[in-house]
């Protein structure tokens, strides 16, 4: 069985040096590089399988993104915002010496993609919009706000396990183990030997800040970031999703790079594409045309 390796490269935000974790699967000399990039409580490991399925094709990197997972945190919370992770995923573009990549990013890793594929000169070749555009369910927004820096502990694994779940349940239809995998990634024990969720709580503090000003000119700016996307791009949709709403959806087919929409059925935020037919939505878009 294919496994990844793990690697770090070092990044810089206003608030000094930070450390960015990633896993690196295939041949590290393949020129065709696929970038796989987690949402806001999630981390590399949620791509272990589409990775695997993928590596024969791409070199596929899996970064944890600062503050989630075997990254480092950064020293002022308030950087934890998209321009930030922007800068980040550029390091390590550098690192990889890519001339090209194809990006594949659920929810906030999608908005990373949005906001990287939007600069001229920038290497993305096609793009996977997983559950995410410009505009976001303000409702929604506060219902992920709300549980991100909630400092939750468990006593024990399957306890813990179940709160993953529960907390999870618009990802839709899995097995047992397909759960327990979702839950083990992002869970870790401290040193009181409490379960907890493996990111820094302090991801929170943007969130807390935000004003409906900000939030409006925050929409703006994606939307012109989304306009001026250029590459072949696919918008994938949970049928449920309270994320991204049905005209939103509709909207990114009209416009910017007119993206081709699919809907998963039975999902609502986000499709975890750890199911088969799933990874084939993302084959069939970046395959589709020869690698």
């Known amino acids: 069985m294919t496994q990844a390796a793990l690697k770090t490269v070092q990044c810089i935000s206003p608030a000094g040096l930070h450390t960015m974790a990633y896993k690196e699967w ?13 949402g806001v409580t999630r981390v590399s490991d949620d791509f ?9 094709t791409y070199r596929v990197i899996c970064p944890d993104v600062v503050g989630r997972g075997r990254s480092g945190k ?9 321009p930030q992770y922007v800068s980040d995923m550029v390091c390590l573009l550098a690192r990889l010496d890519a001339e090209t990549v194809d990006w594949f990013g659920t929810s906030m890793g999608g908005l990373i993609g949005m906001a990287l594929a ?3 000169e920038n290497p993305i070749r096609r793009l996977v919009l997983n559950d995410i555009g410009p505009s976001i369910n ?8 709300e549980y991100i820096g909630q400092d939750i502990r468990f006593d024990s694994f399957d306890e813990a396990a179940l709160y993953i779940r529960t907390i999870s349940a ?7 183990e397909q759960w327990h995998k979702l839950a083990s990634d992002v869970l870790r024990q401290d040193e009181q030997g409490k379960w907890r969720r493996h990111y820094d709580l302090a991801l929170a503090e943007p969130f807390k800040t935000m004003t409906p000003e900000a939030a409006s000119m925050g929409e703006a700016a994606l939307w012109a970031a989304y306009d001026a996307i250029t590459c072949p791009t696919l918008l994938v949709r949970g049928s449920a999703s309270d994320l991204l709403l049905p005209e939103v959806a509709q909207a990114m087919t009209q416009r910017g790079p007119r993206a081709t929409l699919v809907e998963v059925p039975g999902v609502g935020h986000a499709p975890t594409f750890v199911q088969a037919e799933q990874i084939k939505l993302a084959r069939d878009f970046l395959l589709g045309a020869a690698v």
């Open 26 to 38: 295939g041949d590290p000399h393949n020129p065709n590089v696929l970038v796989c990039v987690h």
């Open 48 to 56: 272990d399988i589409m990775a695997r399925e993928f590596a024969e």
């Open 74 to 82: 950064l020293r002022n919370p308030q950087y934890y915002v998209v």
């Open 118 to 120: 939007s600069l001229p």
């Open 138 to 145: 303000a409702s929604a927004l506060a219902r992920i706000g």
């Open 170 to 176: 618009s990802f839709g239809p899995h097995t047992d």
